[in-house]
């Protein structure tokens, strides 16, 4: 007859030593993945964002083509809010509707967007889901230098991604974007965009989650947080969340 | 990343030391005021190198594993529209990259399941719930 042993537990603080030796170890293997990725490690969470925006017109039946690859095929991402948008590669998205309407929207990553109430004055979007072909690329106003920017009636919905997490100005900041660069009157019906959203990596608390639910009621706006441990949410279903009907 | 590390270390202290107030904002567990947060941290106390050890994977998570998570992502998701290598300013991420980060990923899981540390331990953004969900689980050890 066999006697089943317990099993010894492997908790840390049973075995410190271990645990340090086991930290070392995996420092050791993965150095040149971490520090091959160098200064680059912070981006990556906002390409994920970006492509999870993309991820959502595929599921719901677009067409997704990026546009303007490099030399080579690459994509080549915005990192900077300065630069002509021609330079760079972004999303074409593409459906028709059952009414036969074709609808075709541009997805960029770092694209300033013009004021819906003053001309000449602008904010960088981390994303920025606009009308195809319209993002301009001129002198503007008192500026010396030519800038690649989106008319806000252009704009169909954007997002602010934030590694972090959410706390009450944070989030409260974030209204102001939304009043002044998203013009929610004369849309028309026929497919739905994510309404503008911040894209949080971290979790909320029981006060950001009511702050949360203000913003949505307020300003007709997501806070989609814990964006870590539930990656899907931008694109799933499964995650409640307010959408808009598209710019003209 | 080192520097959010020690500013964090800092409060984590001063939390298990009952200097900070335990309460802020209304915020409440369970519908009480956690009036005793302070008594439910005490199991930090008892080895504060592990509980150091703990807060710097949990800070490593956020600023590496977490964004290599993304970037495996990414990559996968490239490769179905075909495109092999994404351009980063002046570098480039491609499968190779890709690969590399992903096993980093998977040690890193590895390495917490070894010493059955929760991921929601390690993924938990707020100071003061990663001490009391920390707290928690090394009571549940014992």
Known sequence: ?248 | MVREYFELLRILEKLVDGQLPSVDDGERKDGKRQTTFQNELAPLKSDFQVTELLLALAVFYRHIIAQFEGAGRVMKRMNKLDIQVVRLGASTLDAEAAWQMGKAVRQFYQLLGEFEVPREIIQEHDIKRFAWLLATYMRTQK
């Open chain 1, 1 to 248: 007859m066999t006697v089943a042993t317990p099993r010894k537990s492997n908790a840390p603080f049973k075995d410190k030593s271990k645990l340090i030796a086991s930290i070392k170890d995996f420092l050791t293997k993965n150095s040149a993945a971490i520090s091959g990725q160098g200064a680059k490690i912070s981006e990556f969470f906002e390409m994920c964002c970006f492509n999870d925006v993309v991820e959502f017109y595929g599921k719901n039946k677009f067409t997704v083509t990026p546009q303007q690859l490099g030399k080579t095929g690459e994509f080549v991402y915005k990192l900077k809010a300065n630069g002509s948008h021609e330079k760079f590669s972004f999303f074409e998205v593409e459906k028709t509707d059952k009414s036969g309407v074709t609808w075709k929207f541009h997805i960029h990553h770092n694209l300033q967007l013009e004021c819906a109430h003053q001309t000449g004055i602008f904010y960088t979007a981390d994303i920025a889901v606009v009308s195809a072909g319209s993002v301009k690329r001129e002198k503007v106003a008192v500026y010396n230098q030519q800038r690649s920017y989106c008319p806000a009636k252009s704009v169909q919905t954007f997002f602010e991604v934030k590694h972090m997490g959410p706390f009450p100005e944070l989030l409260f900041s974030y209204t102001g974007l939304v009043v002044n660069f998203f013009v929610p009157a004369g849309r028309v019906k026929g497919v739905k965009h994510i309404a503008p959203s911040l894209l949080i990596s971290g979790n909320p608390n029981l006060h950001t989650k009511a702050i949360s639910a203000f913003v949505a009621a307020r300003f007709h706006a997501n806070i989609l947080a814990h964006l870590f441990a539930r990656p899907s949410t931008i694109y799933s279903t499964k995650y409640s969340k307010l959408f808009v009907d598209s710019a003209p």
